[in-house]
């Protein structure tokens, strides 16, 4: 019996360059509106939202089991919030970000209520969340009910002004939010969610705080699911209820995440670009892109159902961004890298 | 049949401008492409059109024009094929303004109904097709969200049907405080011309003055219940009101009970269409129908299609009109006047006239007027200033920047009429006006006649 040596790693020779790459595409996005024509630009401040709903949706189902179809309660928190402090007075772009925190704020003692409850409850649950909170915002006189209210504070900036710094926002706001969700994944939380998500009895048995871990995600989706809902506001400026609390969010971020690959990091940022580009061709054919969404989301969890990047991960055995462990065998007849 | 072409045409208009980038002026698209990654296809086809748009001649005039022509606020959009057929053929040898010749071309796009389109679709236009100035029609998921995409981007804008209370408080102004927009501007009736038409007309039948109101728990609802009914119960009507109800409710039998009890002889809501469609036949089925001396609906009843869900029940529903057939006025630009528009548009749709029709046109006759008078369309800043002090007869009568309610707002009329059975022609229905207080230049043709 040959004894074999082996090395655990973390960072592949692989995943080191994907990183240098990932920086690099990172720093000409930061620099976007200085090179990217107006049009460009605020498309890609609607991409960075996509990307920001499809990872916190993909980190409380992919990663905490935890399946809602209700997310947009915060999206549309996230935009009442801006609402009223902007018209308290407060600066635009503090108030953001001031906005998703106050959601975040009030996840917490509504998130004890809600991770009581178990798989579809839970699903059912946020989506009931989702349409309370939309009464509630409409009772609100600078609401006006469903016709809503406009983001009028933004109309002090000269247009240019505004729609870059839109722009940095959502993608400093991106690049934040991915950064902790990557960083929670590759830490003790992250392997306590997985736990979790696999068979929440089994986790606890064996000492992961299940309540804890479910908690953080949760809290987590709400912040970045408002602050989404803030820069989203923040570009199309008209608040209007019905549209900010529509059930067409949850169909999206499934949509994103499903096809991008559920539970892995990249995926869903795969399935946010593949839905951008989608909107950007065939948004125009109305009923057509809709049932052309649905096949696809179909024909994915028939066929692929780990999603575009859970597929390739598991058959070639990439990882670009490593939350997990790589485990090389190093013998003579040099053998194949292995999870 | 019909959607198909619209569906068709919205393809068309989505199509590349031109999907080989010119040498030079791709760099842009180039650069994007590069950034972006894989979203960059998505994203260089609407760069190379707009470095064509950009590179086109200083001499053309793109106008954009957004509508709701799917999904269910269709109905609105039905008639604006035609009516932007009829401004294109009438614009194809080009528009001479301050001198020049201009070539004008028209871009329209379809909202399918939802607010969040209405927006990008409008960011889209100033964007990538450079227009010079955005129109927009039809309620306030529409002219709303189209309205704030242009003030933010600076472009010129000019919509209509929408009450202009809901378009201008409804866009975060405050009552009393300056007007926040300086780009955007908006022609329509408000609370005050219901109020007006109702009035007028309602005194030909005689009743006990008593109206049973339905006004649901929406924003309109809301909106009409704080301002209309007020307005009522001035002039000497017993307002009855059961309270808001929610959209979508299936039984109405408190309601009717209500009603029937006090012995509202006058009938008036505000719902979405398909909730008046049931509410009205149970109130059938109850007796209340036969107590009721006038049924005045808004909201709903605007289009023959609406009025045809009732069957026999929509004889003799009143319901106002923003613009009628038998409004004089010829269009600027077509030179047609109501009835020869609506004549028109029946030979080329096979389809009844309808009252957006007229709408639709004078948005277009409003607009290309302020192009006009502007002397130089392409100062966006100069167009803006033309608009907010813009005075001009349009299909619809005349529209008046300088004595609006609240600055960036003109006041357009809403006379009442009523749906009659139709005695002859392919039709079912025949809509007639029953009251011209609003503008007097247009002829009363019938008396308002009791319901029951």
């Excluded at chain 1, 008209?238 to 949509?255: D, E, H, K, N, V």
Aim: hydrophobic content about 45%; overall charge neutral; glycine content about 10%.
């Amino acid at each position: 019996m040959a004894t074999t040596s082996y090395r655990v790693e973390r960072w592949t020779r692989q995943s080191r360059l994907f990183a240098v790459i990932i920086a690099l595409v990172l720093m000409v996005l930061a620099i976007g509106p200085f090179i990217f024509s107006a049009d460009i630009t605020d498309r890609l401040t609607t991409l960075f939202v996509y990307v920001i709903l499809a990872a916190m949706w993909n980190a409380m189902a992919g990663y905490a089991g935890l399946v809602s179809i209700g997310n947009q309660v915060f999206i549309g928190l996230g935009g009442y919030f801006l609402i009223r402090l902007s018209d308290a007075g407060v600066s635009l772009y503090p108030a953001v970000v001031l906005a998703a925190l106050i959601v975040g704020l009030i996840a917490l003692p509504v998130g004890e209520l809600m991770l009581r409850l178990r798989g579809g409850e839970f699903a059912i649950g946020m989506w009931v969340l989702a349409e309370l909170s939309h009464f509630l915002v409409n009772l609100d006189p600078v609401i006006q009910g469903e016709t809503g209210t406009s983001l009028t504070a933004l109309n002090a900036y000269p247009p240019v002004a505004a729609r870059n710094d839109t722009y940095w926002v959502g993608f400093v706001l991106m690049v934040v939010l991915l950064a902790v969700v990557f960083a929670l994944l590759r830490g003790r939380v992250g392997a306590g969610v997985q736990a979790i998500r696999d068979d929440e009895v089994a986790a606890a048995s064996v000492g992961v705080k299940v309540h804890a871990g479910k908690r953080i995600m949760f809290v987590l989706a709400a912040i970045g699911c408002a602050a989404a809902g803030g820069v989203w506001l923040a570009t199309t400026i008209s608040f209007q209820p019905g549209t900010f609390f529509g059930i067409q969010w949850t169909a999206y971020m499934l949509f994103m995440a499903l096809v991008g690959g559920l539970g892995t990091f990249e995926g869903p940022i795969i399935g946010a670009i593949l839905f951008f580009i989608m909107e950007s061709w065939f948004g125009a054919t109305g009923v057509a892109y809709l049932i052309g969404l649905g096949v696809t989301a179909l024909a994915f969890s028939l066929f692929l159902p780990r999603g575009i990047w859970g597929s390739v991960e598991t058959r070639l055995g990439i990882r670009l961004l490593p939350v997990g462990f790589s485990l090389r065998l190093v013998n003579p007849d040099g053998g194949r890298d292995r999870d | 049949m019909k959607k198909n072409k619209v569906f068709l045409e919205s393809i068309k208009n989505s199509a590349p401008k031109n999907s080989t980038p010119q040498a030079g002026v791709s760099r842009r698209g180039v650069l994007g492409a590069a950034g972006a990654g894989v979203a960059a296809s998505a994203l260089s086809r609407s760069a190379y059109g707009q470095t064509m748009a950009a590179a086109g001649p200083a001499n053309t005039l793109k106008i954009g024009f957004v509508s709701p022509r799917s999904g269910p606020l269709a109905g609105f959009g039905e008639a604006d094929p035609f009516v932007l057929g009829l401004a294109r053929q009438k614009f194809a040898s080009g528009l001479m303004i301050g001198g020049k010749t201009y070539t004008v071309e028209i871009i329209d796009r379809d909202t399918q109904s939802d607010p969040a389109r209405a927006s990008q679709l409008t960011k889209d236009l100033i964007n990538n097709d450079n227009v010079d100035m955005v129109l927009a029609t039809s309620t306030p998921e529409v002219t709303n969200p189209a309205a704030d995409a242009a003030e933010a981007a600076g472009m010129p804008f000019l919509s209509t049907v929408c009450p202009w209370e809901s378009w201008y408080f409804g866009r975060g102004a405050k009552p009393g405080q300056p007007s926040p927009f300086k780009w955007t501007y908006h022609f329509s009736f408000g609370v005050a011309q219901f109020a007006t038409s109702y009035l007028a007309s309602w005194d030909t039948v005689p009743t006990n003055k008593k109206i049973g109101v339905l006004s649901p728990n929406d924003a309109d609802g809301q909106a009409i219940r704080a301002h209309l009914f007020p307005l009522l119960a001035n002039a000497g009507y017993t307002i009855v009101d059961p309270g808001p109800y929610e959209d979508g409710t299936t039984d109405y039998a408190d309601q009717i009970a209500q009603f029937k009890s006090a012995g509202v002889q006058i009938f008036n809501t505000f719902p979405i269409p398909p909730d008046f469609t049931t509410f009205w036949r149970q109130a059938a089925q109850h007796g209340l129908t036969r107590q009721i001396r006038i049924a005045e609906i808004a909201k709903t009843g605007l289009f023959p299609s609406q009025v045809e869900a009732s069957g026999s029940l929509g004889y003799r529903l009143a319901a106002a009109a923003y613009w009628h057939k038998v409004f004089p006025y010829a269009s600027p630009i077509t030179g047609l006047d109501g009835m020869k528009l609506a004549n028109a548009y029946e030979t080329a749709s096979g389809k009844q006239w309808q009252q957006q029709l007229g709408m639709s046109m004078a948005l277009l006759d409003a607009g290309f007027a302020a192009l006009s008078q502007s002397g130089d369309p392409k100062n966006k800043a100069g167009l803006a200033k033309t608009l907010s002090t813009l005075k001009v007869v349009t299909t619809c009568g005349l529209i008046d920047f300088t004595t609006g309610p609240v600055p960036n707002v003109a006041i357009s009329p809403l006379l009442n009429g009523q749906w009659l059975k139709a005695h002859s022609g392919p039709y079912k229905l025949s809509y007639v006006l029953v009251d011209n207080a609003e503008d007097h230049n247009v002829p009363v043709t019938h008396k308002l006649l009791p319901y029951h």
